[in-house]
């Protein structure tokens, strides 16, 4: 056994950023939520559908090519029974990105009839985009705008204001701040949000961090855990097989103990560069 995590973290300027979101929904004609296709459930504020009620959506699975394919297209289609527009996109090499407008497009192609009816043929149409920090949110609007307009970074909680960007084509995007809520109800999604770096590392403890992934990937992914750092395994969970790894990578310090925070580090700085193999957490129910 090894110690629970208990992950919160929200701050200050999260509520602020809540009811911005709130002042600005009647200004925008629908709602983009970029989500990490490799923690589907855990990387969406389950506040939003109740805050953004009765505008068209659509849900960008970013970063799908770090996530198992197969469940990427699970997600896909439960996102679509509960009546959401689904892209899935790599917003790091751009794949996907080009359909973005034509999917608002389908999405708003009522609201277009009708701004067409009324004269309005050409109207601007305006989009908000959410999502939890750290799931490539600023990277995506940088695609699709095709320049540097939002601040793109590996450290959860950059963009702190909103701006309006046009992407081209008659549509503006109103980017807005990372939205995490107050509360994780669910131990399981602060450590999703953890080890994909939503949560800054440094309010956590590493070593207990890893030893949780270690655990998760070889129910999930054993192949690709033994490939990757050469170890066997059993029924051994948590430190005994951080210690497995660190040893066979060398990870000793002085005194011939195993240096398991270097190999904590290690490991989850390898599954969030993808160098693990395509991996998802969560899957839909």
């Known amino acids: 056994m090894t110690e629970e995590l208990n992950i919160q973290w929200f701050p200050g300027h999260m509520a602020k950023a809540r009811r911005m979101v709130q002042e600005n929904l009647n200004m925008v004609d629908a709602v983009c939520e970029v989500v990490d296709a490799r923690i589907p459930r855990s990387s969406r504020n389950p506040e939003i559908d109740a805050i953004t009620a009765g505008k068209p959506r659509l849900i960008i699975l970013n970063r799908c090519d770090q996530a198992d394919p197969n469940a990427s297209e699970r997600w896909a289609e439960h996102f679509r029974r509960k009546g959401f527009a689904v892209l899935k996109t790599d917003a790091k090499s751009g794949r996907g990105t080009r359909e973005f407008q034509p999917a608002i497009r389908e999405l708003l192609k009522d609201k277009i009839a009708y701004y067409n009816e009324r004269g309005q043929t050409g109207r601007l149409l305006r989009i908000m985009i959410l999502g939890i920090p750290n799931v490539g949110k600023s990277s995506f609007i940088n695609r699709v705008a095709g320049r540097r307009a939002a601040e793109a970074s590996d ?72 490939e990757r750092y050469k170890i066997d395994f059993t029924d051994e969970e948590n430190f005994d097989l951080i210690e497995k790894a660190a040893k066979k990578r060398g ?17 989850l700085d390898e599954f969030r560069a993808g160098k693990l193999g395509r991996m998802t957490l969560e899957m839909p129910e």
């Not at 669910?186 to 403890?205: M, N, P, Q, S």
């Not at 990870?251 to 490991?267: C, H, K, P, W």
């Open 251 to 267: 990870f000793i310090v002085s005194g011939g103990e195993v240096d398991y925070e270097r190999m904590a580090r290690v490991l």
């Open 155 to 226: 450290r959860p909680g950059v963009t702190r204001g909103k701006q309006w960007i046009n992407i081209g084509g008659g549509i503006e995007m109103l980017d807005t701040p990372g939205l995490l809520w107050p509360k994780f109800e669910d131990k399981t999604v602060g450590e999703h949000l953890a080890f994909t770096g939503a949560v800054k590392d440094d309010i956590l403890d590493v070593e207990t961090l890893g030893a949780h992934l270690i655990t998760l990937l070889k129910n999930r992914y054993p192949d690709a855990l033994r």
